[in-house]
């Protein structure tokens, strides 16, 4: 392929953090916050059996801890997470995802299946990662870094 040809943007499958860590939409947030500092997370998979409900983000739970810290262990997840949630399928480009999220405010998306089973969550950081690359500003580590990170790694990364 020559220089002036111009890749399309990868899937949000090809990106994605996977497998998904989730907790329960009845959990108390105690139980998430515990997932999320152990995991070294920024966001879980909310789910209800195995279909997904949306994403907690870990400033959700330090504005519960802030007002009231036992509220950690009084409220649910489902009672906290923000009431707008957004999914995405595997085949939806990063620049929609990217627009999705500034439509939303939010910095993370569910990738989910037709039935809305998780497969994985894709956020900033991510897209981030991916506009650096198709800009060509991979930047000084860019032989260290994988190319994008999630979809084929057996662990979920940090986001």
């Known amino acids: ?5 111009q890749q399309p943007p990868p899937s949000v499958g090809q990106v994605m953090h ?18 999320m500092l152990g ?22 739970l ?18 906290t997470m923000a009431p707008a949630q957004s999914f995405l399928t595997p085949e939806v480009d990063v620049v929609t995802a990217a627009q999705r999220m500034r439509v939303l405010g939010v910095d993370a998306l569910v990738v989910v299946d ?7 969550v894709v956020t900033d950081h991510d897209l981030l990662g991916v506009l650096a690359q198709m800009l060509g500003g991979a930047g000084e580590d860019a032989d260290t870094v ?14």
């Open 39 to 60: 995991r070294g997370l920024r966001h879980l998979v909310v789910v209800r059996g195995d279909k997904a409900l949306g994403v907690l983000v870990d400033r959700e």
């Open 114 to 120: 037709r039935d809305q089973h998780p497969l994985g």
């Open 1 to 5: 392929m020559n220089a002036h040809t």
């Open 146 to 159: 994988p190319r994008y990170h999630g979809s084929g790694y057996p662990v979920m990364l940090p986001d």
């Open 18 to 35: 996977s497998p998904v860590v989730s907790v329960g939409d009845q959990d108390t947030l105690w139980t998430a916050m515990d997932l």
């Open 62 to 79: 330090a504005a519960v801890w802030a007002m009231s810290p036992l509220g950690l262990k009084q409220r649910t997840v489902l009672d």
